[in-house]
């Protein structure tokens, strides 16, 4: 069975992920991440084609005749410098876009997107003879500035590799770690960032007479700006209009010539979305216009990204196999979109007259114990409790959330290549949520945390043998070349660098220098990982998390004010976004297994239900 090669696998994904994490690039600069996707994929047998769209790696995996499915993950780190302590936490550091030396972190969980996406194409290669169909695995850069997917479509990704039935993707964040949260329809906002120079004249602060004052002006926009959402846009509509950055200035005493404003905006539909954009213009030229400002002001579209609109029915089918594998208390409907963003839709091709149906989903990263600990009562109240995506103290609890990753876009798949009956088996359930004897299962809604009770799931499915003449993991060879990958883009001298093979034990030993210099016992190989964690990870930080950017995603801060429309809710208006609208839119002679074992017979509590939003 195909799930089975879940454990087989595992270990590989875990060590690729650590060293992804170690080693974080920023967007459109993931030469060393490419590099690594591309090697795995090829020595997995994929068709390997690399630089689409900047970085981006394009795999594919032709199996006779069937569907074509799309799995997308993307690859960027953020310019943030982690402090969540853990033995393999990002020291990395790089240049920026503007040229200045920033520290770099996988805030985001793009690390475990890729890392899941390997192992999804490395175990769906190994396990052809159980579906039929073309596998299509994209790993894309830049998603934080929402430029990736656009850049890879504009690379002729579809004309040139092939045109995907269904496009599928996965997004870690703050929910328990290995909950999978689905949504029929919208799922996340549209967005967008403007910045805005509006010019005065200048002079002696002594004589503002004398000048037409920028400050004023940026002020009065800032207020002006508050009464959009309020006073322009519908009570039943989500938007949101956040005023992220203002600039002026050098001193008291001088008025300057004039101000900066960066703008962020978020809706789940079009007509909102223009509706803020033009009273964001509006005001903007008014209150120049009102203060006598010598010029026009310049209004500029940084960044924009359309709403992600999953289509329902194959959500639907989608989220049917998650609930048939990991089981129904594990797989829940969102009810509301989130004011996140993505450029994933982008793939889904929005305005074309023959849109792509994608689906897109969450998947849960916090630690049980972190959840149960948090404050609050409800699963809103916790989110904004724990560390979140773009935090630097967003650190997801490593095996549950891999596995569950690895599983969830390996079952995606399996949903449209065929002969997946057989195939999807819950035997695989209780690994993604296994949680520590020492923790109390995390107690939804405030509820007294369920005692452990009898294990209602299968026990763990055996591990499919791999034969010895194909080995399921292909073995490292640093000096083979990209076959297929005559694309460019990936540099030479970051070829090798994979670390598909690398010894996770040397990983976390390279790390933990220093750290482990009182019981380092002179190596850490034998070490426990569980046992490195629980020493070095520090306390659930109490810090909240941090504002969401523009590509910021899943469920943050405090509950959306506007409700989803409700089922079979009629268009917005005719035109405009809605649920049934969407945006027109080798061999692997030494694997390197990660040496710490599950402890056996510990089955996991399972808390029923477990988690309710
Ligand atoms: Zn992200
Ligand atoms: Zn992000």
């Given at each position: 069975m195909v799930m089975r090669l879940v454990d087989e696998i595992f270990p590989l994904v875990e060590g690729f992920y650590v060293d992804l994490h170690k080693n974080p690039e920023l967007s459109h600069a993931e030469y060393r991440t490419a590099n690594s996707v591309a090697e795995w994929l090829t020595r997995t047998g994929f068709e390997v084609h690399t630089g689409v769209g900047g970085t981006g790696v394009v795999g594919i995996l032709r199996n006779g005749d069937g569907p074509t499915v799309m799995l997308r993950a993307d690859m960027d780190a953020l310019p943030m410098e982690e402090k969540t302590g853990l033995p393999y936490a990002s020291t990395a550091r790089g240049t920026d876009a503007e040229g200045g030396e920033v520290p770099i972190m996988h805030a985001c969980g793009h690390d475990a997107h890729t890392a899941c996406l390997v192992g999804a194409a490395d175990l769906l290669a190994e396990a052809r003879d159980h579906w039929r169909g073309t596998l299509m695995v994209v790993a894309q850069p830049a998603e934080e500035t929402i430029e990736g997917a656009a850049a890879m479509v504009a690379d002729g990704l579809y004309p040139r590799f092939g045109r995907p039935d269904v496009v599928l993707g996965q997004h870690i964040g703050p929910q328990p770690?290995?909950?999978?949260?689905?949504?029929?329809?919208?799922?996340?906002?549209?967005?967008?960032?403007?910045?805005?120079?509006?010019?005065?004249?200048?002079?002696?602060?002594?004589?503002?007479d004398a000048t037409v004052d920028p400050v004023v002006i940026a002020a009065n926009i800032i207020t002006r700006l508050q009464t959009v959402v309020a006073r322009e846009i519908s009570p039943s509509e989500m938007a949101v209009v956040t005023v992220g950055m203002v600039r002026a200035g050098t001193k008291s005493n001088i008025i300057p010539d004039e101000a900066y404003l960066e703008i962020n905006t978020r809706a789940l539909n079009t007509l909102v979305a223009d509706r803020l954009r033009t009273a964001i213009e509006r005001i903007v030229r008014a209150e120049a216009a009102a203060s006598g400002a010598p010029r026009e002001p310049e209004i500029t579209v940084m960044q924009q990204a359309g709403v992600t609109a999953n289509d329902p029915d194959h959500t639907h089918d989608v989220a049917a196999a998650h609930r048939a594998y990991?089981?129904?208390?594990?797989?829940?409907?969102?009810?509301?979109?989130?004011?996140?963003?993505?450029?994933?839709?982008?793939?889904?091709?929005?305005?074309?007259?023959?849109?792509?149906?994608?689906?897109?989903?969450?998947?849960?990263?916090?630690?049980?114990?972190?959840?149960?600990?948090?404050?609050?009562?409800?699963?809103?109240?916790?989110?904004?409790?724990?560390?979140?995506?773009?935090?630097?103290?967003?650190?997801?609890?490593?095996?549950?959330?891999?596995?569950?990753?690895?599983?969830?876009?390996?079952?995606?798949?399996?949903?449209?290549?065929?002969?997946?009956?057989?195939?999807?088996?819950?035997?695989?359930?209780?690994?993604?949520?296994?949680?520590?004897?020492?923790?109390r299962p995390f107690a939804p809604d405030g509820a007294p945390a369920h005692e452990p009770s009898a294990p209602t799931v299968a026990e763990p499915a055996p591990v499919a043998a791999a034969e010895p003449s194909a080995p399921l993991v292909p073995s490292i060879a640093p000096e083979s070349g990209l076959e297929g990958g005559t694309d460019g883009g990936v540099p030479d001298e970051n070829i090798g660098e994979s670390t598909q093979s690398a010894d996770m034990d040397a990983l976390l030993e390279e790390t933990g220098e220093g750290r482990h210099q009182e019981d380092a016992e002179g190596s850490t190989r034998q070490a426990n990982m569980a046992q490195l964690l629980?020493?070095?990870?520090?306390?659930?930080?109490?810090?909240?998390?941090?504002?969401?950017p523009v590509a910021a995603p899943p469920p943050q801060g405090a509950p959306i004010s506007a409700p989803p429309p409700p089922p079979g809710a009629t268009p917005y208006v005719p035109g405009t976004y809605a649920p049934d609208d969407r945006p027109a839119s080798g061999d692997a002679s030494e694997p390197q297994p990660y040496e710490q074992q599950p402890e056996p017979g510990q089955d996991p509590p399972r808390e029923e239900p477990p988690f309710r939003l």
């Open positions: 770690a290995g909950m999978v949260t689905h949504r029929e329809g919208v799922l996340m906002a549209a967005s967008e960032a403007t910045s805005v120079r509006v010019f005065g004249s200048g002079g002696h602060a002594s004589r503002p990991f089981g129904d208390g594990y797989v829940i409907d969102l009810p509301e979109p989130v004011t996140g963003s993505e450029d994933f839709g982008v793939f889904g091709l929005p305005g074309d007259p023959d849109p792509i149906p994608y689906v897109y989903w969450f998947v849960g990263a916090t630690p049980h114990d972190v959840w149960a600990a948090a404050p609050g009562d409800t699963p809103y109240e916790k989110l904004a409790g724990v560390p979140s995506n773009h935090s630097p103290f967003f650190a997801p609890d490593r095996e549950p959330t891999l596995r569950a990753g690895l599983a969830a876009l390996t079952i995606g798949a399996l949903t449209y290549l065929g002969r997946a009956e057989d195939d999807i088996v819950p035997t695989g359930a209780q690994q993604a949520f296994q949680v520590d004897g020492a923790q629980a020493d070095e990870a520090p306390a659930p930080s109490p810090a909240p998390p941090q504002g969401a």
